[in-house]
């Protein structure tokens, strides 16, 4: 199986620095812009300077606005949208995607109403089996990886042909993809991440140090993990790149929007002025932490970070009181 020319479909920070891994390991890349000034730039000046400024694009690698011309004779498709766009655009997609083209997930996210994973969506708009979707995954801060920092990540399928295809495809001199088939717990780890980052960014956000980052980076994990473990995950995904190693990526570095968008919640900002603040760019946390609190509930797992997350976001909880609440609930064993 080999994967020579990809198509990827949106034109952000990760699916720009994506396309340019996918360029990098000598892949043919075409990329699709939403907005037609930023397909030209990416073209013609070799740049995508509102998401990635300072960053040289190669010349294996051009954009078009126009998703069948993008599309035409694609080996693979990525797709970089945000979670809560992905059913939307996949539907004005899929008539155009090659037959038998691997489709490759980008997005952390959890849908809001369906509760559905972001393969699940493309399985069920696409109409593709699940062996033919790749989910990415792990500590992946795309300005990082712009710029060439060394990093890896997690390429996860039911189909290790398939994973291994995309893995020849984005291996590179500064980027290491490993394979894994837990797709479910992948998925699961990447959209939960970013809500235990809005909760350490809140903190920082606060004046709180490292103790109380290591504190919500392990008990978020505990909470994650849990989620997992109920809806079939394989547990060593929370030990791995795309669990324990982008927590503390997206936690830690102030390149995280979710992180950035809970230190702003922390310092008072209301998430008005957050959202305005990001430009436009995704903090799925923000809305993740609603369809993750959903998800658990219903399958009666416990996540009270998340649902102090949920809160905070959605019905205006301070988030003092939120912290708060989270020290003040009952007394427990450390893994019960
Ligand atoms: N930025 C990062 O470092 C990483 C992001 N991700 C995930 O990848 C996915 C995409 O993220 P980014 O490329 O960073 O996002 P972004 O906000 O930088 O870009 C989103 C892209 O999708 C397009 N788009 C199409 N329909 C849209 C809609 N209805 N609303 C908003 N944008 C729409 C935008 O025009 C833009 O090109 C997210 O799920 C994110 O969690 C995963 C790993 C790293
Ligand atoms: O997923 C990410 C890093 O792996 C990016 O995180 P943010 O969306 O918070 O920037």
Redesign the pocket.
């Known amino acids: 199986m080999d994967v020579q020319r990809v198509t990827v479909?949106?034109?952000?920070?990760?699916?720009?620095?994506?396309a340019k891994v996918l360029a990098d390991a000598g892949r043919d890349v075409t990329m699709w812009?939403?907005?037609r000034e930023?397909a030209a730039e990416i073209r013609d000046s070799r740049g995508n300077t509102g998401?990635l400024p300072g960053v040289r694009l190669p010349e294996n690698l051009t954009a078009t606005e126009d998703a069948a011309e993008a599309l035409d004779g694609a080996d693979a498709v990525v797709l970089?949208?945000?979670?809560?766009?992905?059913r939307?655009?996949l539907t004005r997609w899929r008539e155009l995607l090659p037959a038998g083209a691997i489709l490759v997930s980008?997005?952390?996210?959890v849908e809001l109403g369906t509760l559905k994973r972001?393969s699940e969506v493309i399985a069920e708009i696409s109409g593709a089996p699940e062996h033919q979707i790749v989910v990415?995954?792990?500590p992946?801060?795309?300005?990082?990886?712009a710029r060439e920092q060394p990093g890896a990540a997690v390429l996860a399928c039911s189909d290790h042909e398939r994973a291994m295809a995309i893995q020849r495809a984005t291996s590179n001199a500064y980027f290491r993809p490993y394979t894994n088939t837990d797709v479910v717990g992948c998925e699961l780890a990447?959209a939960c991440k970013?809500v235990i980052a809005l909760s350490c960014g809140m903190a920082a956000g606060m004046g709180f140090g490292a103790n109380t980052m290591a504190t919500l980076i392990t008990r978020g994990l505990a909470e994650m993990a849990r989620l997992g473990a109920k809806l079939g995950a394989d547990a060593q995904t929370f030990a791995g790149l795309a669990g324990v190693g982008?927590l503390v990526a997206t936690c830690s570095s102030p390149?995280?929007?979710?992180r950035t968008f809970g230190e702003r919640l922390g310092r008072g900002e209301t998430v008005e002025q957050a959202q305005q603040a990001a430009g436009?760019?995704?903090a799925?946390g923000v809305m993740s932490c609603s369809s993750i609190r959903e998800l658990a509930q219903t399958t009666g797992v416990d996540m009270p970070i998340t649902d102090a997350m949920h809160r905070v976001c959605h019905e205006s909880l301070d988030p003092r009181a939120a912290g708060a609440e989270l020290l003040g609930r009952q007394n427990k064993h450390e893994w019960s």
């Open positions: 479909l949106g034109s952000g920070s990760w699916g720009t620095a994506f812009a939403r907005r930023i998401y970089a949208v945000p979670s809560q766009s992905l939307e655009n980008l997005a952390k996210g972001m990415v995954s792990g992946n801060l795309a300005r990082e990886i990447g970013n982008d390149l995280s929007r979710n436009g760019q995704v799925e």
